[in-house]
């Protein structure tokens, strides 16, 4: 199964904040620390649009890892 | 599969074995070794199968385990470095080793996580150092063991590939936790700071430390989404009225002072995951740790490695212990 595409609701809604998750996998972690002051300063859609590419990026080149694969059952309540 | 310190002769046995090394120790020991398929950093503090030791006759040697099938070395200064994380091996991982104190150092402490392919790719590594009465005055270094080449403004990356149903996960330990204290906010990212938001009234950072007694071992702690990272206090100038810091703090960043820690082996322990046993390929511990926890003589468990100016684990951490596992990746993801 392959993570839904970028159009996909949810992935704004992880993006912007509008709900939030404790992630297990340590890159999701570190890439929303740094995203969260990015958007604070830029939340233009331009931006959100890109941070949205690269978790999208993020998630598909590791989704075969176990604690990817929890955290984008949070996020999209399936594992791909 | 992790590494062990090794006296040179034994050094000098693995790299002949061709196998990709990684290697920690003191300058003049690794001066004194073959080229061969490794890079090394120098460092003369170490978490071994005998406990925290400083030693600088013998070297921490970790061989990259059979499920590595290919490996390449790069050699990166400021601008290259932008492109670490492309660089890495869809199938595999990156170590990469910085010379503390050097521009590159801090452009990576800085910049890494607007690097293109940030964390998308698994990238550990360390900041080399020196003993700690001679930093000023020695320079660290990374050695590039395929010329016995050392750099002091250069970083040396491993590119490794996995065998397929292999992949590289990253872990960390970071015992500190954010206090109950004010909150502290930057102006500016930096490793030297002057001002700080306290709850955000602005006030200099160096008077407030002093007029609220920090304990300076204990570092800044921000919660990354989950993560707690660290920033370390490297020494406050009086006279300047100026925090140095071995780590830059960020602006946008809330951070805390740590709680304070009874017993970091107790601490550490407790904390340690108990399923990398088997798989844990490599590790790394802070000399901070080392130092203010004195861990010499003392144990941390499998978790054996040298202990850094700084540790990498998709972006530079402090104060924290790193670890690389190779894990199964079952059939179909």
Not at chain 2, 61 to 70: A, F, H, R, W, Y
Not at chain 2, 72 to 96: H, K
Not at chain 2, 158 to 186: C, M, Q, S, Y
């Amino acid at each position: 199964m392959s993570l839904p595409p970028v159009t996909d609701r949810r992935w704004r809604d992880v993006i912007v904040g509008n709900v939030t998750y404790d992630f297990d996998f340590l890159a999701l972690q570190f890439f929303f620390g740094r995203i969260r002051m990015q958007l604070a300063r830029d939340s233009s859609e331009a931006n959100i649009m890109k941070y949205i590419g690269e978790l999208h990026v993020l998630l598909t080149k590791n989704a075969h890892l176990t604690n990817a694969k929890r955290d984008i059952a949070k996020i999209f309540g399936v594992s791909p | 599969m992790i590494g062990h310190l090794m006296s040179v002769d034994d050094a000098t046995g693995a790299i002949a074995s061709g196998r990709p090394l990684l290697l920690a120790g003191d300058e003049q020991v690794l001066r004194t070794l073959p080229s061969g398929n490794w890079i090394g950093g120098t460092i003369p503090y170490f978490m071994a199968d005998e406990g925290g030791l400083f030693t600088q006759s013998r070297l921490f040697v970790t061989e990259l385990p059979g499920d590595v099938t290919d490996t390449a070395i790069g050699v990166y200064d400021e601008s290259s470095l932008q492109r670490v994380y492309d660089e890495i091996p869809d199938t595999g991982f990156g170590i990469l080793i910085l010379p503390a104190f050097s521009a590159i150092h801090s452009a990576f402490a800085l910049n890494a996580p607007n690097y293109a392919g940030f964390a998308t790719k698994p990238l550990v590594g360390w900041v080399s150092g020196v003993a700690v009465e001679d930093v000023g005055r020695v320079a660290p270094l990374v050695f590039d063991g395929r010329t016995n080449t050392a750099h002091a403004h250069h970083g040396l990356m491993i590119r490794a590939t996995l065998a397929p149903h292999k992949a590289a996960e990253i872990g960390i330990v970071n015992i500190f936790w954010p206090g109950a204290g004010d909150t502290l906010t930057f102006p500016e990212n930096g490793f030297s700071v002057s001002d700080v938001l306290v709850n955000g009234v602005r006030r200099n950072f160096a008077e407030y430390i002093r007029e609220t007694g920090y304990d300076i071992q204990l570092p800044l702690v921000a919660n990354y989404g989950g993560a707690m990272i660290n920033v370390c206090f490297r020494g406050i100038d009086d006279d300047t009225h100026t925090v140095h810091l071995y780590g830059p703090v960020f602006h946008g960043v809330e951070y805390r002072h740590s709680r304070p820690i009874v017993n970091y082996v107790d601490e550490f322990t407790a904390q340690v995951p108990r399923q990398t046993q088997g798989t844990l390929t490599l590790s790394c511990n802070c000399v901070l740790n080392y130092l203010y926890s004195e861990l010499e003589g003392k144990r941390t468990g499998a978790f054996v490695g040298p202990c850094t100016f700084g540790e990498i684990a998709y972006q530079l951490l402090n104060q924290t212990l790193v670890y690389l596992s190779i894990v199964d990746v079952a059939d179909g993801g």
